[in-house]
């Protein structure tokens, strides 16, 4: 494959789910890469050691969206993005509405069960972007930065190899269950919003009656997604996602996670 042919839009990952949000969490890469710019280019290692490690769950893994963030902040440097068996960490449905128009993903506690995961390596810029973008420096931020560490965890790189632990981001809200209690699994956007609105009317009053309406009124007004983010706790929907207690009263990770040699330093590479 060319230089020409790696990039995003002939990849087909170039679509930004905070612009297209019933797209949302975007199209995945089927194999690890760099992404660099408008180009997914091939990765040579799988590991990075003056990066730190974050295990993306939802839009993070979308190339498009993770250019867009980085792009907003006039980051160019590129991101390496590592496919990786992960044990012990799934994808659940968030307790909130975002301000981009979708209900996103959240990891939950999955033990013994493996998902195909992206590790991203991010420098100590790209690492604050994407936790503004998280809302982890917000004192009411939907999400908090957590370590993740092994064994709890385990995370699985291409060549066999393991890590100490990654960071990932943890709800604040907590997560969405299935009616008995359990973390119900994000089957994607519009099929999410389409149950949603058909089994609360209350939502349907606040958001319409489709998934297009859902966004539409969702993008236009923080308010009401606040308010559609209270209903999920008034209706009863919500519970623990099982990652709660490695999240610091910081939400921003650090040695106090408990990783054997505490989480990786960060910098610039």
């Keep these: 494959m060319t230089v020409e042919d790696r990039t995003l839009r002939a990849l087909g990952l170039d679509v930004v789910p905070r612009e297209h949000p019933l797209s949302y969490p975007g199209a995945w890469p089927r194999?690890?890469?760099?992404?660099?710019?408008?180009?997914?280019?091939?990765?040579?290692?799988?590991?990075?050691?003056d990066r730190a490690p974050v295990v993306s769950i939802g839009s993070n893994a979308c190339p498009g969206q993770?250019?867009?963030?980085?792009?907003?902040?006039?980051?160019?440097s590129p991101v390496p993005m590592v496919r990786a068996r992960v044990t012990g960490v799934g994808i659940g449905v968030s307790a909130h509405v975002s301000r981009p128009g979708y209900v996103s993903n959240a990891p939950v506690a999955t033990p013994g069960r493996v998902s195909e995961l992206f590790v991203l390596w991010l420098d100590a810029r790209q690492l604050t972007v994407i936790d503004a973008s998280e809302g982890v420096p917000l004192p009411h931020g939907n999400f908090r930065r957590a370590?993740?560490?092994a064994p709890g965890v385990r995370i699985e790189l291409p060549d066999g190899s393991t890590l100490p632990g990654a960071y990932a981001y943890v709800n604040r809200r907590g997560v969405l269950h299935d009616g008995t209690g359990t973390p119900r699994t994000h089957p994607g956007q519009r099929p999410l919003l389409t149950?949603?609105?058909?089994?609360?009317?209350?939502?349907?009053?606040l958001f319409g009656t489709t998934p297009e309406e859902f966004t539409a009124r969702a993008r236009a007004d923080r308010e009401l997604c606040e308010k559609g983010s209270r209903l999920f706790a008034e209706e009863g929907l919500v519970t623990t996602g099982g990652l709660e207690q490695y999240v610091t009263s910081s939400g921003a990770g650090g040695e106090a996670q408990g990783a054997p040699s505490g989480p990786p330093r960060t910098g610039r590479s």
């Design 31 to 49: 194999e690890s890469g760099l992404l660099d710019g408008d180009r997914l280019l091939p990765l040579d290692r799988w590991s990075f050691a």
């Design 66 to 76: 993770l250019r867009h963030k980085m792009a907003e902040s006039g980051i160019v």
């Design 147 to 149: 370590w993740l560490p």
């Design 195 to 205: 149950n949603l609105l058909a089994t609360l009317p209350r939502l349907r009053d």
